[in-house]
C-alpha cells in the first residue's frame, strides 16, 4: 500500500482489529426502508396487547387528521385469530389507520381506511392470489392479503414528495454507512427510484452501491423491460447499476400465498397460489434472457422454486445457454429433488439468515403451516450449498433488521434458535462462518456479476471495507452480535467512523 501513498492520503492502523470486505445485502428495498423510519414501526412489539398500545402511543404523537401508517407487526401476535378492524377502531376509531406486516404481504387497516377506499363491503379483484378478505357478515375484516388488496387503500394515502423521499434517504444511508453495508441489490424499482438514485449519485451523496432492478406485474407489456434498458443503458456501476428485473411467483406463507407442492399443513386442501398464469410467467423470463437481463424471482414456497427453475430451464432452452446467473430469491422451502437443479442451471439461492431466525419458534405462523414434513429443508443453507448452488446472503430490509452482523451470529447460532424443542434428527443447516461471510461478500458480488470488481480484499477491487470492533473467527459464537462496526470505507472514503473509535 505504500506505493499508493500520497500527501492526502489518511493512515489508520487497525491495532490488530478484523478487517473484512465492505458487506453486501443481496436482497433489500432501500427506499421501502427509508420511508419506513419516519413511520410507525410494531417489529418490536411481544404481544397484541404491547402491539395496540404502540399504536396508541403513536396516534397521540401524530398531528390530528392525518392518515396513521406503520409497519412491521407479525402474524404470530393474533394467535391465530383474525386480524381484525375493530381492535384499530377501539384506539382510532376518526382516522384511517394503515399497518402492513413485517413481510409487506399483509395490511392491517382500520374501519375509516376500509370507508375512505369504498372497499367495506367488498372489492372486485382481478388477482386470484390477492384478496380482502371478508367476514360471513359481508363487510371486510380489516386485513388485506397481498399487493392488489393492499393497494386499494394504500393509493388514498398521500404519497411522499421526492424532498420527503430525498430526506429520509440521507437518514437511511448513515444508518446503512454505520451496519458496514458498501453494496445492496435492491429488489423494487421504476423510475422514480432510478432518478432518485441518479440524483444521489450526480451528487456523489452515495454511501453504498445500489443494483436497481425493474419490478415487473401480472399483465406487464414484456415491451416495459426493452423501455427500460433504454433508459438505463448509460448506468453500467459501479455506484448505480440496472441490468436486472424482479418478479414475484408467490406469497409467503404465514398468509398461505405461498405456493406448496402440497397442502399447507393446516388439515386444508389449500396450496396457496401462483402470481402468474404459467404462460406468461414462462414469456416474461424468457423476454428478459433474450435481452441479457438478470432475473430476480421472488419463490418462497417449494412449489414456487419448482415453477421458477422450470421457467429458467425454458428460457435457457429457448434463448440458449449463457452466463444468466438467475435467482430465486428467499427459497424458505425446496423440495429435495430441486436442490441440485441450483447448480446445474447456475441459478443463485439469495437467502436471508435473519427470516430463519423466527421460522421455527413456538407458537410460529410459519412453523405451523409448513408443518413438520418440510422442516428439515426450510432455509436449507447447507443442503443447497454442498448441492453446489452459490449463496447470497441480505436481509429484506426493512421486513428484519439490516444489520449484517446480526444476519452473520443467526446464521451461526441456527441449531440453538431453531432446533432446541425438538429432539429430531434434521439436517444441522448452520454453514461455517467463512462461508457465512462469503454470502455476505464475494457471493453476493457473483451473484451481481460484480466478483472481478468488489467482494474480496485484493490488490485492483474497490477499496470497500469494514474494521471491526472484534475478531469475529475468535469469538464464540453467541456472542458474534457484540461485534460493532468501527470504520465503513466505501471507494476509498469513510463513510463511517464510530465515534469513540476517534483516534485510530
Ligand atoms: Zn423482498
Known sequence: MQAWRGSQSEMIDAGGRLVIPGLIDSHFHLLMGARALGNLQLDAATDLEDCLARIHNFAASQPQGQWLTGRGWRYALFRGAAIDRNLLDAIVPDRPVYLSAFDGHTAWVNTAALELAGILHGADISSDFSRVVMRDDGTASGELREGPAMQMVRQHIPAPTEEDDARMLRLALRELAALGITSVHNMDGDERQLALYRTFAARDALSLRIYL?????????????????????????????????????????????????????????????????????????????????????????????????????????????????????????????????????????????????????????????????????????????????????????????????????????????????????????????????????????????????????????????????DDLFALPTAALSKTQVEITVMGGKIVYQRSTSKGV
Open 213 to 469: 432492478p425493474l419490478s415487473i406485474s401480472p399483465g406487464m407489456d414484456p415491451q416495459r423491460i426493452d423501455e427500460w434498458i433504454a433508459q438505463n443503458a448509460d448506468l453500467r456501476g459501479p455506484l448505480l447499476r440496472c441490468g436486472c428485473v424482479k418478479l414475484f411467483i408467490d406469497g409467503v406463507v404465514e398468509s398461505k400465498t405461498a405456493l406448496l407442492l402440497a397442502p399447507y399443513a393446516d388439515g386444508s386442501d389449500d396450496c396457496g397460489i401462483a402470481n402468474y398464469e404459467r404462460a406468461e410467467f414462462f414469456r416474461l423470463i424468457a423476454h428478459a434472457d433474450a435481452l441479457g437481463q438478470q432475473v430476480f424471482v421472488h419463490g418462497i414456497g417449494d412449489g414456487a422454486v419448482r415453477l421458477t427453475l422450470d421457467a429458467y430451464a425454458a428460457a435457457q432452452h429457448a434463448n440458449g445457454m449463457r452466463d444468466s446467473r438467475h435467482r430465486v430469491e428467499h427459497v424458505e422451502l425446496i423440495d429435495s429433488a430441486d436442490v441440485p437443479r441450483f447448480a446445474q442451471l447456475g441459478v443463485i439461492a439469495a437467502m436471508q439468515p435473519l427470516h430463519a431466525g423466527f421460522g421455527y419458534d413456538e407458537h410460529n405462523t410459519w412453523r405451523r403451516l409448513a408443518g413438520p414434513t418440510r422442516w428439515p429443508l426450510g432455509f436449507a443453507w447447507r443442503t443447497l450449498r454442498d448441492a453446489g448452488a452459490t449463496l447470497a446472503f441480505g436481509s429484506d430490509w426493512p421486513v428484519v433488521s439490516a444489520d449484517p452482523l446480526r444476519g452473520i451470529a443467526a446464521a451461526q447460532n441456527r441449531i440453538k434458535l431453531d432446533f432446541s424443542s425438538f429432539d429430531s434428527d434434521f439436517p444441522d443447516q448452520r454453514i461455517t462462518l467463512e462461508e457465512t461471510l462469503a454470502a455476505y461478500t464475494v457471493g453476493g458480488s457473483y451473484a451481481e456479476f460484480m466478483e472481478h470488481e468488489k467482494g474480496q480484499l485484493v490488490p485492483g477491487k474497490l477499496a470497500d471495507l469494514v474494521m471491526l470492533s
